[in-house]
C-alpha cells in the first residue's frame, strides 16, 4: 500500500524531506524504481493525492477504473506542483479500455518513448564510430540534450499526436528567443532525428518536422582576441617564472594536475580546439630527435568511460611540433610519470584530494576555462589590451601569425582542420598592412 513518510535529513537537505511512496503494477509485477513524489513540507502533499495513489495502486492490481480517474492519474496535479502518477504509456498496458477509447478518440499513439531513445543512442554511438557523425561532444552529453528536448515533448504532447509542424515550428521559435544558434541546432537536429525514429518504427506515421526550421547559420558578431607578440612572449615568459606555482598539482582550487602550463603551449604552438585538447592522446604524439615532431588530431575513445571524442569537422590532421613545444612535452611527461598520473590523455582527470573520482576520464571544459581565468586574472599585467584571452584564443593567434609568417591559406586551412578554405580567409582581415607590406614584392620596386 502507498505510505508517506519523512526522508532523513542530509547535507544537502538538512530538514529533510516527506516522500509518498506507491506501486504500479503492470502484469501484476510492481514496476520498478517504485514511483514516489517528494515534497519540502507535509502539506505539500494533501489528501486528495494520498488517497489517489491508493487507488490507483490497487486498480493496477485489479486492471478496472473510470476513464476519469484515470485521466486524473495520467494529468496528475498541476496546480499542486505535483507530475503524472503514472505515464500515459503505463496506464494503456495497464487498462486496456482506456487505450482503445484514447486511440479511438485520436488521443493517443503507441509511443515506446524508451525503445526510441535506446534506437537513438545506438545510432549516434554506431555514428560516432565510423566517423559520420562529426559531433565530437561526449555521447553523454549528446543524451543529455535529446532527454532536455524530450522533456518538453512529454510535457506538452506525450501522445505525439498534438505535436503538429505549426506546434514543432512554435517550440523552434521559443528556442531561438532563448538560446544561441548552436543550442537551437543541437536539439533541433535531436528532436528530427527520434522523430525519424519513430516514423520508422511506426509509433506515427508521419515526422511533423517542418522545412521552416532550417539549420541557423552560426555568426560571428564578436571580433577574435589575437594575441599580439609582447603578450605571446609575455605569456610564456610568465609560465616559466611561475611554474612552480602552475605545476603543482595540489595546492590549487582548479589545478587540471598542473596542467595549465602544457595545455596553454599546446594551443599557442599548435591551434587546437579546446575539445580536441581534452581529448588528444599521449599516444598521438611522436617525438624524435633525429626526425621531424608531429601530433595526431583524430577520433579517440576512452578507455574507462567508452565515450568517443570526434575531429569537429571530421577532418583528422597532423600538425607538426616545434622545438619549443617538445621541450614542454617531454618535461610534461616526465612530471607525470615522476607523480604516477601518466594516463591515456595529455591532460589527466580527477584530482589529488579525491584520487578516485572520475580518474582516467575525459577532463571536464569547465576546468580549462576556469585555470585560464585564474590565469589571467593573475597575470593580468601581461595584456596590453583589456579584453583577456579566452584557451580559443590562442588558436586565433596560431592561424593569424601563420598568415602573418607568410604560410600560404591551404597549409593553414589544414594546420587548423577547416572544411572550408573560406572559414581560413577569416583570419585575413586581422592581418594588417603595417605587419606585411606586399607592396614591396611589385616587380618595378628595388628591394631595399
Not at 513540507?41 to 492490481?61: F, G
Not at 588530431?297 to 600538425?319: E, M
Amino acid at each position: 500500500m502507498s505510505s508517506l513518510y519523512p526522508e532523513k535529513p542530509t547535507k544537502s537537505r538538512p530538514k529533510g524531506r516527506w516522500i509518498l511512496e506507491y506501486n504500479i503494477y503492470i502484469d501484476g509485477e510492481a514496476k520498478r524504481p517504485v514511483p514516489r513524489i517528494k515534497k519540502t513540507k507535509k502539506s505539500d502533499i494533501p489528501n486528495k493525492v494520498r488517497i489517489a495513489a491508493q487507488d490507483l495502486e490497487v486498480a493496477t492490481k485489479t486492471g478496472t477504473a473510470s476513464n476519469a480517474a484515470i485521466d486524473q492519474w495520467v494529468r496528475g496535479y498541476p496546480e499542486l506542483k505535483i507530475k503524472p502518477l503514472i505515464p500515459l504509456e503505463d496506464a494503456c498496458r495497464v487498462f486496456q479500455g482506456y487505450r482503445d477509447t484514447l486511440s479511438r478518440t485520436g488521443r493517443y499513439s503507441a509511443v515506446d518513448f524508451d525503445g526510441a531513445v535506446e534506437i537513438y543512442s545506438n545510432e549516434r554511438l554506431a555514428n560516432q564510430k565510423r566517423g559520420a557523425d562529426t559531433d565530437n561532444r561526449s555521447h553523454q552529453v549528446t543524451m543529455a540534450e535529446l532527454d532536455r528536448v524530450l522533456r518538453w515533448v512529454k510535457a506538452e504532447h506525450p501522445t505525439l499526436t498534438t505535436l503538429t509542424p505549426d506546434a514543432y515550428f512554435n517550440w523552434w521559435l521559443q528556442l531561438r528567443g532563448k538560446f544561441a544558434s548552436s543550442t537551437v541546432n543541437k536539439r533541433n537536429y535531436a528532436l528530427r532525428l527520434f522523430l525519424d525514429i519513430c516514423v520508422r518504427e511506426g509509433m506515427i506515421p508521419v515526422s511533423p518536422y517542418p522545412d521552416k526550421c532550417p539549420t541557423l547559420r552560426q555568426v560571428d558578431a564578436k571580433e577574435r582576441r589575437i594575441l599580439d607578440i609582447e603578450e605571446i612572449e609575455g605569456t610564456i615568459e610568465r609560465i616559466r617564472q611561475e611554474e612552480e606555482y602552475y605545476l603543482d598539482p595540489v595546492g590549487r582550487k582548479h589545478p587540471m594536475h598542473g596542467c595549465l602550463p602544457i595545455a596553454q603551449m599546446i594551443g599557442l604552438n599548435t591551434g587546437v580546439r579546446t575539445k580536441e585538447l581534452r581529448w588528444l592522446e599521449w599516444d598521438c604524439v611522436r617525438l624524435s630527435d633525429r626526425k621531424s615532431s608531429y601530433m595526431n588530431i583524430q577520433q579517440a575513445t576512452c578507455r574507462k568511460s567508452q565515450h568517443i571524442g570526434n575531429v569537429k569537422t571530421g577532418q583528422w590532421r597532423t600538425i607538426g611540433i616545434n622545438s619549443l613545444l617538445k621541450e614542454w612535452l617531454k618535461k610534461e611527461r616526465a612530471r607525470q610519470e615522476e607523480l604516477n598520473i601518466v594516463g591515456q590523455f595529455i591532460t589527466p582527470s580527477g584530482r589529488f584530494d579525491r584520487p578516485n573520482r572520475k580518474k582516467g576520464t575525459i577532463i571536464d571544459e569547465s576546468l580549462i576555462g576556469q585555470s585560464m581565468r585564474e590565469f589571467n586574472e593573475r597575470e593580468n599585467d601581461i595584456y596590453t589590451r583589456p579584453e583577456w584571452p579566452t584557451y580559443y584564443s590562442y588558436r586565433h593567434t596560431f592561424a593569424t601569425n601563420l598568415l602573418r609568417s607568410g604560410k600560404d591559406l591551404e597549409t593553414v586551412r589544414n594546420r587548423m582542420g577547416h572544411t572550408s578554405i573560406a572559414t581560413t580567409q577569416k583570419y585575413l582581415r586581422y592581418i594588417d598592412a603595417q605587419d606585411n607590406t606586399v607592396e614591396d614584392d611589385l616587380p618595378w620596386v628595388a628591394p631595399s
